[in-house]
T-cell receptor
Framework: GAVVSQHPSWVICKSGTSVKIECRSL??????MFWYRQFPKQSLMLMAT?????????EQGVEKDKFLINHASLTLSTLTVTSAHPEDSSFYIC????????????FGEGSRLTVL | QKEVEQDPGPLSVPEGAIVSLNCTYS??????FMWYRQYSRKGPELLMY????GNKEDGRFTAQVDKSSKYISLFIRDSQPSDSATYLC????????????FGTGTRLQVTL
């Protein structure tokens, strides 16, 4: 199956710093990527929908100035958590939609962020 | 009320048992229903999807949808220790690659 790669898989940072997470579709082109956040023992919550070449669409309650999303190419979307705080510590997962004939959705392995 | 309700478990069964995982939903507009498996510290992987009421079988897995009751199930036959994971139901309004609404996930442990 198709592969979606996330990097880094885990990151620890100090409060107030910014962290960038990359999501790459390795063997297919993805016009749409989705960013999710998952707190321990909770479900995935959609943060935003990222379309290549346009601004991301954020879900209600998600601060777009805090969670910057860039989808500059058909294989790469980035999520930057700006001025991270301990409450931003979470598991961030991206998914990418194969724009080919399947249109299937594939998930990355996730990135665990811990803010000290 | 959450749009999708799922018993978080944990659910512990012996190897070889039949497992039943369930979700209920409140939005009758949901059209596509999926089950994902998520191993610890990994992203979800799609197990099955269906868009009509009834049963769909794939090997040891059977997905069941009852749109009139807004209830979906995943059955696992002859469960194996390798099935130990969190199982998430998800549903969308339009198509399997659209915005997904997830259940909280049920943690399953299959013991030897």
């Amino acid at each position: 199956g198709a592969v979606v790669s996330q990097h880094p898989s885990w990151v620890i940072c100090k409060s107030g710093t910014s962290v960038k997470i990359e999501c790459r579709s390795l063997d297919f082109q993805a016009t749409t990527m989705f960013w999710y956040r998952q707190f321990p023992k909770q479900s995935l919550m959609l943060m935003a929908t990222s379309n290549e070449g346009s601004k991301a669409t954020y879900e209600q309650g998600v601060e777009k100035d805090k969670f910057l999303i860039n989808h500059a190419s058909l294989t790469l979307s980035t999520l930057t958590v700006t001025s991270a705080h301990p409450e931003d510590s979470s598991f961030y997962i991206c998914s990418a939609r194969d724009r080919g004939h399947t249109g299937e959705l594939f998930f990355g392995e996730g990135s665990r962020l811990t803010v000290l | 009320q959450k749009e999708v309700e799922q018993d978080p478990g944990p659910l512990s069964v012996p190897e070889g048992a039949i497992v039943s995982l369930n979700c209920t939903y409140s939005n009758s507009a949901f059209q596509y229903f999926m089950w994902y498996r998520q191993y610890s510290r990994k992203g979800p992987e799609l197990l099955m999807y269906t868009y009509s009421s009834g049963n769909k079988e794939d090997g040891r897995f059977t997905a069941q949808v009852d749109k009139s009751s807004k209830y979906i199930s995943l059955f696992i036959r002859d469960s194996q220790p390798s099935d130990s994971a969190t199982y998430l139901c998800a549903m969308t309004l339009t198509g399997t690659a659209s915005k997904l609404t997830f259940g909280t996930g049920t943690r399953l442990q299959v013991t030897l």
